[in-house]
């Protein structure tokens, strides 16, 4: 019997994967991995195959299991002038003003498909060849570029991807943005996925596929050598694990610095019965990530400093309740329990047409706050820092939640803020991803200040944050209701009685279905 699923992802195109995978026989595990697929291809600009993805898979029989297939520092054997070179920087007003380097050197090893291919030889149960090519299938139908990836193109076109000629030519109009709906079309890209689905993911890494990324890497200027390529091993890590109000939630664990940070603030929020007010969840973000800037960001060992910020928070221990939130994201929970949480991210994009495959390569050796000890700076073969934290959920009562969302560093606060609302508080899982959220932002500069939706409840518990003793310097800055800024949330959830649902964020284009 066909399984049936919940599925939130963020176009129509990827969640008709999902829908075709589980008709193939396929499980949760199936249908997030031919939904982020189909996203890479269709979410130019905001995601791409050449990124970096973890996978967090609760199989509804064993313990769950956080498949981290993230992007790697290169250059193993590379000439030492070719560090620092190929990059371009690219200043944008992306999030009220960014900086970041895009180019060949801007590109770190992919991870996606070695991690994708690994989660599916544990877990999957339909034919990998019918999850790329479905995927394959939609790309070459054509596909109308996204409000969120035009609103994107918007800022970046005549930048990030404006200097390759092949990205210029088929992904803008002359450097220009397209209009949201405009129909893009790449049978280079349709004919690398149908090969990835025949060889298989070893493809990208050892095969035919690996040599053309290596050839251009080598041609302009960019770090990938096929050393690295074929050096790579997606890792099967344990997760965090953490308590809220009954439910137990399995976070992204180090070397990832997302998964630490969200299950720090939810277990310095403690496991508590009652509401948690906006004025303390921002008191919370700020403590952890205040420790996260100053004792994780520009260590040498990222997984040694992960858990040593969670060692540091239970040292603290949970704050006391007063007694008067570029990267796509796909959720899955089946019918059978099994829930698949993928999260995946090519940073702002390096804009480069990588080997003629029509695959977008990803900017993390560009991106600063991931980079913050200096541009190319890590050894080769460094696992590079992250904030995606993909997470999966069980409730003693038999509920199964899978939830994640894009959003750079606003990832963890968004996360924190549904689940909160959802797990704590208990409101539908629709209203959690709606309501009005906050992040607190370490600016440039040095300085703090506290980043907030236009709404009156937020806006009035953070005027009583800054009248709060030492909170007085924190500024505030209102955003439009629903800001892209804020991540974009995608959630699947399993009732103990077996009903489906699933909920896509206001904030972004999404899609979700029950099927």
Request: with cysteine.
């Given at each position: 019997m066909t399984r049936r699923a919940a599925i939130a992802a963020p176009n129509s195109s990827a969640t008709q994967a999902g829908v075709h995978a589980l008709g193939s026989?396929?499980?949760?595990?199936?249908?997030?991995?031919?939904?982020?697929?189909?996203?890479?291809?269709?979410?130019?600009?905001?995601?791409?195959?050449?990124?970096?993805?973890?996978?967090?898979?609760w199989p509804v029989d064993g313990d769950p299991v956080v498949i981290d297939g993230n992007?790697?520092?290169?250059?193993?054997?590379?000439?030492?002038?070719?560090?620092?070179?190929?990059?371009?920087?690219?200043v944008t007003t992306y999030g009220g003003g960014l900086t970041t380097y895009a180019g060949p050197g801007s590109v770190a090893i992919p991870g996606m498909f070695a991690g994708m291919g690994l989660a599916h030889e544990r877990f999957g149960a339909a034919p990998w060849g019918e999850l790329l090519g479905n995927a394959a299938t939609l790309a070459a139908d054509g596909f109308q570029l996204s409000h969120t990836a035009a609103s994107y193109f918007e800022l970046v076109a005549h930048s990030i991807f404006a200097w390759d000629p092949d990205t210029r030519r088929?992904?803008?109009?002359?450097?220009a943005a397209w209009e949201p709906g405009h129909e893009i079309r790449d049978d280079s890209l349709v004919a690398t996925l149908r090969q990835i689905g025949e060889e298989g993911a070893a493809s990208v890494y050892t095969g035919d596929i690996a040599a053309r990324i290596v050839a251009d890497m080598s041609e302009r200027g960019g770090l990938i050598t096929a050393r690295d390529l074929a050096d790579y091993r997606p890792v099967a890590r344990k997760p965090l694990r953490t308590r809220l109000n009954g439910w137990e939630l399995a976070c992204n664990p180090p070397p990832a610095i997302g998964g630490p940070v969200l299950t720090a603030m939810l277990r310095l929020i403690g496991d508590v019965s009652g509401p948690v007010s906006p004025e303390?969840?921002?008191?919370?973000?700020?403590?952890?990530?205040?420790?996260?800037?100053?004792?994780?960001?520009?260590?040498?060992?990222?997984?040694?400093?992960?858990?040593e910020l969670l060692e540091t928070i239970a040292a603290m221990g949970a704050?006391?309740?007063?007694?008067?939130?570029?990267?796509?994201?796909?959720?899955?929970?089946?019918?059978?329990?099994?829930?698949?949480?993928?999260t995946a991210s090519a940073g702002y994009g390096s804009g480069m047409y990588v080997g003629g495959t029509g695959m977008l390569g990803n900017n993390a050796l560009?991106?600063?706050?991931?980079?913050?000890?200096g541009l190319h700076a890590l050894t080769p073969g460094t696992r590079m820092a992250s904030n995606m934290s993909p997470t999966t959920a069980r409730h003693p009562d038999g509920t199964v939640l899978s939830i994640g969302t894009p959003g750079a560093d606003r990832i963890t606060t968004a996360l924190l803020q549904v689940l909160l609302h959802f797990c704590l508080h208990g409101e539908t899982l629709q209203y959690a991803v709606d309501a009005p959220r906050l992040h607190v932002r370490h600016l440039d500069d040095g300085t703090v200040r506290i980043d907030h939706e236009a709404s009156e409840t937020l806006l009035e518990a953070l005027t009583d944050l800054r009248a709060a003793g030492a909170q007085t310097a924190v500024p505030l800055h209102a955003h439009e209701p629903h800001s892209m800024?804020?991540?974009?949330?995608?959630?699947?959830?399993?009732?103990?009685?077996?009903?489906?649902?699933?909920?896509?964020?206001?904030?972004?284009?999404?899609?979700t279905v029950v099927g």
């Open positions: 026989g396929g499980n949760a595990v199936d249908a997030a991995i031919a939904a982020m697929v189909t996203a890479t291809a269709t979410e130019p600009g905001i995601v791409s195959p050449l990124g970096g993805a973890f996978i967090n898979i992007v790697e520092m290169p250059g193993r054997g590379a000439a030492p002038e070719r560090f620092g070179k190929g990059l371009i920087e690219c088929i992904y803008t109009n002359d450097a303390h969840a921002a008191r919370v973000m700020k403590d952890v990530l205040d420790l996260r800037l100053h004792r994780v960001d520009v260590a040498d060992d990222l997984e040694t400093a992960g858990h704050v006391g309740l007063p007694t008067s939130p570029d990267t796509a994201h796909v959720s899955v929970v089946d019918s059978d329990g099994n829930a698949c949480a993928i560009g991106e600063p706050e991931l980079n913050r000890r800024y804020f991540g974009g949330v995608g959630a699947a959830l399993r009732a103990p009685d077996g009903e489906l649902t699933a909920a896509s964020d206001p904030r972004r284009d999404a899609a």
